[in-house]
């Protein structure tokens, strides 16, 4: 039996904020190698026993205190981790990977291969998948898992050759040697509940703060949007959806083992004015995480139908594209108890929606809001600006349309072209020097455009000030 620590590395936290909830990836594989005897944990690096958050416009102020984390090497957070990992007494660690987590996790592997040098250490994950050069940065990791971690982590810790499994990167003499992608999970009925329990350095009593109510139902996108990176990591070609059993199977689950009715006045912190933060209360709320939950009409009818049959009385929210939108499905949602549905509007513009393959209109988009609101279903709506070619004319029609829209929430951000997706290889070969910019600041509430110096300040000011709209019909929720 492996003793195996999965690592959720620090992010947030040095944002001046946090993230509670449980990292879904890692908790797959933590699930998959204790049922077959293995003793995995998970450790969220970015928890701490606080329900307020920061809000968005926050997160942007706090960027060059950010920074200045990766600036210093020794700073007492980083030894903070290190010294949780090793406490563990762990045979391997296990890191998940996104672009702007790359320089934590690179800081964070050093200091275990210093201190231990018997541990093996492997990174999953998205960057994980699309970089195959990845070791070459990360110096003291020793493998790389490519797509879905599942088989080849097993595999690693039963002691396989590394050189021989499919989806993991290895070191050999002459180079790295890839083994090519781990195969596709076809059905994935069959994968175990992710971990929900095996929480590292967590008190019991503090475990009601960690948000366990994130339920994936689908593995994969088959749109191709320019600026996301989920075609590639998944391949848009085997998206796969788990059969509504199987979800309500699991939601039962959630309600019977970690449901905690815990309430917050958020009368006191809803996301507007001059408040900068808001609670959240955790295990209160299923999220289905998916990219698109409503990417198959006929499935999700039958699940919401699910849902309603069962009375299962749990309160939930959602990813959805505005054109999957119909009046029946709208309705089902709010029968079937949805509290907020999160939709990526991205631009206001048809000439940018149409330069990132959207494969959407504003008015498609305006038409799904309109539905939403006639069901009485609350929404988010997610705006990014910053890309390639943008004008200030194209920012103010977002704004324009953003108002038109009255979502109850806004969630704003600003462009960075992750590694791997369409939009970084079409920079990269038209000459920006992307790969020449630390990973850390590839994320989406860093202040300032990448690739764009022709959106004036002050139209910037002016998009990222929609978040002043939050909230101001509805009854101060406070979580998004």
Known sequence: MAKILLVNPPFYRLLGSHYNANSLGIAYIASYLNKRGHDAWLYNADYLSDNSYIKVKKLFQNFNNYKEYFKNTDHVLWHEVKDKILSFKPDWVGYTSYTANISAIKIISEKIRSANPNIRQFVGGVHATLDKNLLKTLTSIDY????EGEEP??????NKDPTKIPGVISRGKNGLIDNGLAPVIKDIDNLPFPERDKLWGIPDNEKKNVDVSYICTIRGCPYKCTYCASPFHWDRKTTRLRSPES??????HLKEHYWHATKYDYSASANIGDKESLKI???TLVYFVDDVFTVNKKRVKKL???M?????GMKWKCEARADHLDDEICELMAEAGCERVKIGFESGSNKILKQVQKLETKEEMLKGAEMLKKAGVP???YFMTGFPGETDADVRETIDFAKKIEADYYSLSVLAPYYGTELYDQLMANGHALDKQPWEYFFH????PMVNDKISTKVLQEYLSLSELNNKTKKGLGYI
């Open 308 to 312: 309603i049959k069962q009375n299962l």
């Open 379 to 381: 929404f988010s709506a």
């Open 445 to 448: 509430q860093s202040p300032k």
């Open 153 to 158: 982590v097993y595999a690693l810790v039963e």
């Open 247 to 252: 979800v309500i199977e699991e939601m039962k």
């Open 144 to 147: 790389s898992v490519l797509r």
């Open 304 to 306: 919401l139908k699910m």
């Open 281 to 283: 209360a955790d295990n």
